[in-house]
């Protein structure tokens, strides 16, 4: 059997440090929360490269060097109330569950959502609730959130999501800046966003609505996109 354990070694090494990523604390959980447990049993070997990987239903883990990047410029200490946008496998919701209090996980696929909810409870994690719901519209229940994190590209800032961050809390989002992915990071500051740009960067897009699909549609392509708009979000939605 292969040692996954040295694999997510030389995973950190040579595709996170090397690449300039310092924070120990992300280091250390991605040396230690095993990724090969979050892509199909068919692509276990291929689970430390450096590229992303499709998780079923036109989805993908994003690679380890945009988990590690996203995750470091959220600044997580260990206390914060953490909102992600974008499920998938499950994977970098694992990485913030270790490094934050508790982190709340929306995906608008509901199988993906149930698959990464047994991921998650089999490998013990008890600080990650993993929600079918579309996210933009952010989950108001649960506001506010020191720190939030979209892994699919928006068209432009989600207005709700900026007004569920605390004061002071970073949003971490991919938006398309014309034919380009732009990975931003806003934070709150009372009134006022600041805004700082990171890095060119590819991420599924981030859609409207629950996804309808089930279990036997895994396969090409997600439900028709949208514009991403948040206009139709209300107040305290029941979540499945
Ligand atoms: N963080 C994931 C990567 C997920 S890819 C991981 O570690 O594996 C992005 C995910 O965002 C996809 O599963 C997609 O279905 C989901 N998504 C897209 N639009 C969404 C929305 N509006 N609300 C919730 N999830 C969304």
Redesign the pocket.
């Known amino acids: 059997m292969k040692d996954f354990a040295v694999a997510r070694r030389r995973m950190v090494r040579e595709q996170l440090q090397a690449a300039g990523l310092d924070d120990s604390r992300v280091l250390k959980a991605m040396a230690e929360v095993p990724r090969h447990l979050?892509v199909p049993r068919a692509l276990h070997h291929r689970a430390h490269q450096p590229s992303a990987l499709p998780?079923g239903?036109g989805?993908?883990?994003?690679k380890p060097f945009t988990?590690g990047l996203m995750t470091s410029l959220l600044e997580l200490q260990g206390h914060e109330h953490v909102l992600?946008?974008?499920?998938?496998?499950?994977?970098?919701?694992a990485i913030l569950a270790r490094l934050a209090g508790d982190v709340v996980s929306?995906?608008?696929?509901a199988p993906?959502a149930d698959r990464a909810r047994t991921t998650l409870e089999e490998l013990g994690y008890d600080n990650i609730r993993v929600h079918a719901?579309?996210?933009?519209c952010g989950l108001a229940d649960d506001a506010p959130f020191d720190a939030i994190m979209v892994?699919?590209c928006a068209p432009h800032l989600p207005p709700h999501l900026v007004s569920q961050l605390s004061d002071g809390g970073y949003l971490m989002i991919p938006v398309n800046k014309g034919r380009e992915q732009i990975l931003y990071r806003y934070q709150r500051q009372g009134v006022e966003v600041i805004i700082e740009q990171s890095v060119s960067c590819r991420?599924?897009?981030?859609?409207?609505g629950v996804s309808t699909e089930s279990i036997d549609d895994i396969g090409p392509a997600?439900a028709a996109g949208s514009d991403g708009s948040a206009g139709e979000c209300s107040e305290g939605e029941q979540l499945a």
């Open positions: 979050f998780i239903f989805q993908t883990i994003s988990v992600e946008v974008g499920t998938g496998s499950g994977y970098q919701g929306v995906e608008r696929i993906l719901h579309d996210g933009t892994t699919a991420f599924v897009p981030l859609l409207d997600v």
